[in-house]
């Protein structure tokens, strides 16, 4: 597991049926590309978020494959009709086979 890897989301507590709202993440990490050489000329190996999904009520919305050149610390922002309340799960996939999750919750006002 890479250190001080954090992921943040925002997503509204409340909505309404069938609005269309705007949810924001983020992942801390460094995010190397396996090209770069330490000082003592030795690569770096890669270590990179390679993948990041989101769900609602276990339905996918969001499922993204990242390559080395997506910047350090990966932004998503993307919209989604929220038909009912519920919860979005959201997972980072890791190079060396962690795994980051975070859920949020949503009621319909």
Request: proline fraction near 6%; aromatic fraction near 10%; include cysteine.
């Amino acid at each position: 597991m890479a250190k001080g890897v954090k992921p943040r989301v925002k997503v509204p507590k409340t909505a309404a049926a069938g609005e269309t709202i705007t949810i924001k993440t983020l992942i801390s990490h460094k995010m190397e590309t396996g090209r770069r050489k330490d000082g003592d000329g030795n690569v770096i190996p890669r270590s990179i978020i390679n993948r990041f999904t989101c769900a609602f009520n276990g339905n996918s919305i969001v499922d993204v494959n990242m390559e080395p050149a997506i910047s350090v610390n990966p932004y998503f922002q993307f919209e989604a009709t929220v038909p009912e309340a519920g919860e979005f799960t959201f997972t980072w996939y890791d190079d060396d086979g962690s795994v980051y999750e975070k859920k949020k919750s949503i009621k319909i006002a």
